[in-house]
């Protein structure tokens, strides 16, 4: 009986092992081809070709459509039977819709925050200001567009309301090409939009919250008019 029961242990971690292993690969085919995109390594409109991608992670092509198939979702790829998976661009109108949420929930957020942060979240605030400032030096794109993220979900975080959290996360991922075309287009945007967020910051953090509001929106409003005016900047 023992023995049985022995048999039947190795059977089912072996399972377990197998099944771990594939979540493992579908999770590291996600992350590593989700980074493709959002770093433009894979540029929007780009074919995917599921063999040669599978070949260039080390893995089957099983994880890889997995992956396809979740960054479809994601809004990231578009997946049709002729043409296979491509990545996405935006429109003028697509990214118009993008920034009309974020100017109905930011400057919201801000209203509700100005004034009533704690000393530990000042402190967040003013560290990211200062990883800002240190990257006009180094000009990295990358980290320029990313610190520009996490300004701009700190304050969702201390708002402390989950469903503006996860929206902002969704949103996070579709404007960070977007981010990454202006800073790379127009380099000089990077002070100026660092300059928004100092009068954003000192604004949320000293008050009156009606003016933390009016500048959250005009820089949102300034982005929005810099992404689908090419004549703006």
Request: with cysteine; net charge neutral.
């Amino acid at each position: 009986m023992s023995s049985l029961r022995s048999t039947a242990d190795v059977d089912a971690n072996g399972a377990a092992g197998v099944r771990n292993a594939r979540g493992l690969f579908k999770s590291r085919a996600y992350d590593e081809i989700r980074r493709m995109i959002l770093s433009s390594e894979l540029a929007p409109g780009e074919f995917i070709a599921e063999r040669p991608l599978a070949a260039k992670l080390g893995m089957s092509t099983t994880p890889v459509r997995s992956a396809l198939q979740r960054l479809e979702v994601e809004g990231l790829l578009s997946i049709s039977p002729q043409q296979g998976a491509v990545v996405r661009d935006f429109s003028f109108h697509e990214i118009a819709e993008l920034y009309e949420i974020r100017m109905a929930l930011e400057p919201f957020v801000a209203r509700r925050i100005a004034g009533r942060l704690n000393s530990s979240q000042v402190e967040r605030v003013r560290a990211n200001l200062e990883a800002q400032r240190e990257n006009f030096v180094r000009r990295d794109i990358g980290d320029c567009v990313r610190l520009d993220e996490d300004f701009h979900t700190l304050f969702s975080e201390f708002l402390d309301n989950r469903e503006i959290c996860r929206v902002m996360a969704k949103l996070r991922d579709r404007t960070h090409r977007i981010f990454h075309r202006v800073f790379s287009l127009n380099p000089g945007r990077i002070e100026g939009s660092f300059q928004e967020h100092l009068a954003i910051a000192e604004t949320i953090i000293q008050g009156p919250a009606e003016l933390a509001a009016q500048r959250v929106e005009a820089h949102l409003d300034f982005g929005r008019r810099a992404l689908v005016d090419p004549l703006f900047m």
